[in-house]
């Protein structure tokens, strides 16, 4: 029973894949899968039990993306401004299905450290991505445009210790890009004996 669970988390883990939205092919995911994966990212490590993970869920992306561009437009100086990136970032979700804002949401605990609240938020984000993935659902883990910007925490009137962690596109892809490490991985591990 043991080695089956492993194997079948070790194909999910190594079958995950960033698939760009533009990749996605515009099928819409039943909101009972994406509320599944929801649940899975609940069970992210948390110390404390501060459960720092939120997440805002747009049913229709483009609501979202047009807001996103049009923050970009209100805070961009003119001469910075790029029509191509508006675009962009207005059309980012059209062949989505949903895109969710994945939020870290600071503690009433000021001895955790912000960075571990961040962590355990970035291992909640894990979770959803590995249920997506098991649901066959295609996935980008996004932090471009206003994402990280102070205008987003005033969109989404977050606190200033919170943290925006990227913004999460899902849908359906009929492309499955190969996996690839560019580092072995015994360049990545010390084994102190």
């Known amino acids: 029973m043991e080695t089956t669970n492993f194997t079948s ?6 079958n995950r894949r960033t698939i ?3 990749m996605m092919n515009g099928h819409k995911i039943p909101n009972g899968h994406i509320a599944s994966i929801l649940e899975l990212a609940d069970w992210a490590p948390t110390h404390g039990y ?4 939120r997440f805002v869920v747009y049913e229709n992306p483009l609501d979202f993306c047009s807001a996103h561009a ?4 209100e805070n961009t100086p003119a001469d910075d ?10 059309q980012q979700g059209d062949k989505a299905s949903h895109v969710i804002i994945a939020v870290m949401k600071r503690g009433k605990l000021p001895k955790i450290p912000a960075f571990e609240e961040m962590a355990a938020t970035a291992c909640a984000v894990q979770n959803l991505l590995l249920g997506a993935t ?8 996004g932090t471009g445009g206003m994402t990280l910007k102070q205008p987003m ?4 009137q977050l606190n200033e210790e919170d943290n925006i962690m990227g913004i999460l596109y899902l849908g359906y892809s009929d492309e499955h890009p190969e996996g690839k490490r560019t580092i072995p991985l015994e360049d990545k591990i010390t084994w102190v004996k």
Do not use: G
Not at 83 to 88: D, L, R, S
């Open 153 to 156: 925490k005033d969109y989404l």
């Open 134 to 141: 098991a649901l066959n659902i295609a996935s980008y883990w």
């Open 50 to 53: 501060t459960e720092p993970w």
């Open 70 to 73: 049009n923050l970009y437009k």
């Open 81 to 90: 401004f790029s029509e191509t990136v508006f675009n962009n970032l207005a």
């Open 20 to 22: 760009k939205p533009f």
């Open 9 to 14: 988390l070790t194909h999910i883990i190594e």
